[in-house]
């Protein structure tokens, strides 16, 4: 599956505006409330229109475990009450499979070596900048948050280090 990238015109000898977003069919596409992925793309999509910048989509559905076990994942949650982290753990992997070396390969490729990244993920902005990116500014992106999501958003915070506005 190829990754992707939609590229909006930017000046590369600026810190330019880059969202890595993980694919999520069920967000992105089923505009499912169980997540915020979906807001957190159609946020990112409408800032790089408006301002330039680069959004990375990496085809790693379900925290890099593929639609078909995060379906599994998503019955073991609702089923048995166990959180995202848990019920990944429970089929047999990692909290997040995920991976960012083609993002970085990617991000390369443009000549991006400044970046105003859009992410709530620490993890991800303490691997872009051992791979020797500056990151100039981290801009916070946030998607609706409701009853279908709080738990969720909550788990990414307390258990994952995220840093997701819930107010």
Known sequence: MPHLAVVKEFNVNEPVIVRIHSECFTGDVMGSTRCDCGDQFKNSMKLI???????IYLRQEGRGIGLINKMMAYNIQDEQGLNTIDANVHLGFEPDERSYEI???ILKYFEIKQLRIL????EKIAFLENCGLEITERLPIKGEINEDNL?????KKDLMG??????
């Open 103 to 105: 993002a970085v390969d």
């Open 151 to 155: 738990d969720y958003l909550n788990v």
């Open 119 to 122: 992410t709530n993920n620490p």
């Open 49 to 55: 229109g408006e301002n330039g910048g680069v959004l």
């Open 162 to 167: 995220h840093f997701p506005d819930l107010t």
